[in-house]
């Protein structure tokens, strides 16, 4: 999976962060162990409401601790992001491929301007 060339997926009638699920899990912004810098990508994208209109508000990440496949410790935290209101968002993450333990994945959390709220894990 090439980190940099991601794919927006419709899920509920919006586009979504759902390629961050199937290809991440976890974030780069957290503390690291022995103040070592994660390695990110970022992720970035418009979100859309269900009547096909740029959707503003916010998007609350949440993620558990893991190791990346470099040896990077990520710890378990969560990161509130501005959706802009031409729909535009952008969030720079750690990669899962290869990490222990493995299975892990975000929960991204969208608080829409239209006043819905819709989880993707």
Not at 58 to 72: I, N, Y
Request: hydrophobic share 40%.
């Amino acid at each position: 999976m090439k980190l940099t060339n991601h794919e927006w997926l419709r899920a509920g009638g919006r586009m979504g962060l759902l390629s961050i699920v199937m290809g991440l899990t976890g974030m780069g912004m957290g503390s690291a162990a022995h103040a070592q810098a994660v390695s990110t990508t970022t992720v970035q994208g418009t979100v859309y409401l269900a009547n096909g209109q740029p959707g503003a508000g916010t998007l609350v990440l949440s993620w558990p601790s893991f190791t990346t496949a470099f040896g990077q410790l990520v710890v378990a935290d969560s990161t509130t992001v501005t959706i802009s209101p031409d729909g535009f968002v952008s969030v720079n993450l750690a990669p899962n491929q290869a990490a222990t333990p493995a299975g892990q994945y975000y929960t991204a959390v969208y608080y829409l301007s239209d006043g819905t709220t819709s989880t993707q894990y």
